[in-house]
């Protein structure tokens, strides 16, 4: 009966929210092309909720909303948070995100140059892009005053799951309605 454990814990750990007993059921029958025993689902489910109760789990299976989902131990609240804290300034705001696409189509670009497409001061954007390591220097424009041009880093590609340049997506890929606003009306001549 340990195999049924495994492919319980397997399935409640690889869902994003509380898995039903019902949802778990389906899934075991379909996998083992045979009628699982809702007792013995239960049977299972209660001998893994005791399992990680133990304390030498950091996590537990908890029963709430309907089904069963694996959760952090209260115990382990300040790592997790400090975690958040430093994932949450990973994130890239929107004037960051407008930045960095134009930097990757347009590269090696200067500041002036962003600037002029985005409308707008791109200072805080770049500057945040450059200590996040997903932009860097390419060098110097032969333009007067010699700005700085920028370009796009490894990290660029680590972080967009990219191998390279080439697999972004080119304006052929988006579809002209799904980039229109508004309704688009005949003109009377």
Known sequence: MEFLHRHIEALIFCSPSPLGLEEIQKCLTEMFESE????????AL????????????????EQ?????QFLTKPAYQSSISILLKQQSQKRL?????????IIAYKQPVTKTEIEHIRGVS????????????????????????KPILYGTSDKFMEYFGINNLGDLPQP??????ANQI????DQLS
Do not use: M, R, W
């Open 64 to 68: 709430l909303g309907g089904g069963y």
């Open 172 to 177: 052929k890929d988006f579809s002209q309605e």
């Open 46 to 61: 209660n001998d893994l909720l005791e399992k990680y109760q133990q304390e030498e789990f950091s996590f537990a299976l």
């Open 122 to 145: 791109c200072d805080y954007s770049v500057q945040k892009l450059l200590e996040k390591e997903l932009i860097a220097i390419k060098g110097k424009s032969d333009a007067v005053g």
């Open 36 to 43: 699982i025993p809702i007792e013995h689902i239960q049977e």
């Open 93 to 101: 705001s929107t004037a960051q995100l407008e930045t960095l696409s």
């Open 182 to 185: 508004g309704e688009e009306k």
